[in-house]
C-alpha cells in the first residue's frame, strides 16, 4: 500500500530565508510524486511532479522538490520565501497504476515578515 | 483549474436534505474524481470514474452516490445530508502525458 506522511503540520519562516517542506512516502513501486499548493479558500495549484526522470525537479514560482528513493523522501524547498507563498502545501504519492493518488494531510506555510 | 467547473460555489443543508454537486470538463479528458477536504485530513477520495459510465469506491464513499453519463459531467449526491458531511468538496480530472490530476475550484457544503 502507499502513503505519504508530511511531517510538519506547520512551518513558520521569516520573508527571505529558506523554505523547506518535509514529505515522505511509502511505496512498493516507483511512484509519481506530486507538491500542490492551496492559497486559503482556493483550489489546489499543482507546483511540481517528478515521474522517474530527472531526481531534482523544478517547479513554478521557485519551489523544486528532490526524489530520494533511498530516504523514501520528497521534501519541497526554495531558497528565499516570500509573502506570497503563505498557503498550505500537499505531497501526493500516485498508485502503482497511475489513476488513484494519495495526499498528506498537509503542511501550513507562515511567511512572517 | 482552467477546464474544471464545480456548481454550486456555496451550499447549505438541513439535515436530511439531499442536493447534487456538479462537476464539468471541457478537455476531453476520461478519468474524474470526487474527494472531500476536512482540516488537518488533507483530501480523501470518495469516488472516482475511469471513464464514461464506470464508477468505483475510494476511501470515503459512505453517504454518496455518483453518477457519469457522458464523459463531460461527474455528479455527486447527497440523498440524506449529514452534519458529519460538512466539507469542502473538489472534483479533479486526469490529464496524461504522465498523469496528473488539475482540480476544479471546489464546493463549499455545510450541513446544520
Known amino acids: 500500500a502507499q502513503s505519504v506522511t508530511q511531517l510538519d503540520s506547520h512551518v513558520s519562516v521569516s520573508e527571505g530565508t529558506p523554505v523547506l517542506l518535509r514529505c515522505n512516502y511509502s511505496s512498493s513501486y516507483s511512484p509519481s510524486l506530486f507538491w500542490y499548493v492551496q492559497h486559503p479558500n482556493k483550489g489546489l495549484q499543482l507546483l511540481l511532479k517528478y515521474t522517474s526522470a530527472a531526481t531534482l525537479v523544478k517547479g513554478i514560482n521557485g519551489f523544486e522538490a528532490e526524489f530520494k528513493k533511498s530516504e523514501t523522501s520528497f521534501h519541497l524547498t526554495k531558497p528565499s520565501a516570500h509573502m506570497s507563498d503563505a498557503a498550505e502545501y500537499f505531497c501526493?504519492?500516485?498508485?502503482?497504476?497511475?489513476?488513484?493518488?494519495?495526499f498528506g494531510t498537509g503542511t501550513s506555510l507562515t511567511v512572517i515578515p | 483549474n482552467a477546464g474544471v467547473t464545480q456548481t454550486p460555489k456555496f451550499q447549505v443543508l438541513k439535515t436530511g436534505q439531499s442536493m447534487t454537486l456538479q462537476c464539468a470538463q471541457d478537455?476531453?479528458?476520461?478519468?474524474m474524481y470526487w474527494y472531500r477536504q476536512d482540516p488537518g485530513m488533507g483530501l480523501r477520495l470518495i469516488y472516482y470514474?475511469?471513464?464514461?459510465?464506470?464508477?468505483d469506491k475510494g476511501e470515503v464513499p459512505n453517504g454518496y452516490n455518483v453518477s457519469r453519463l457522458n464523459k463531460r459531467e461527474f455528479s455527486l449526491r447527497l440523498e440524506s445530508a449529514a452534519p458529519s458531511q460538512t466539507s469542502v468538496y473538489f472534483c479533479?480530472?486526469?490529464?496524461?502525458?504522465?498523469?496528473?490530476?488539475?482540480f476544479g475550484p471546489g464546493t463549499r457544503l455545510t450541513v446544520l
Open positions: 478537455m476531453n479528458h476520461n478519468s
Open positions: 501526493v504519492v500516485s498508485s502503482n497504476t497511475g489513476n488513484q493518488f494519495y
Open positions: 470514474s475511469a471513464s464514461e459510465g464506470t464508477t
Open positions: 479533479a480530472i486526469l490529464q496524461g502525458g504522465p498523469d496528473t490530476q488539475y
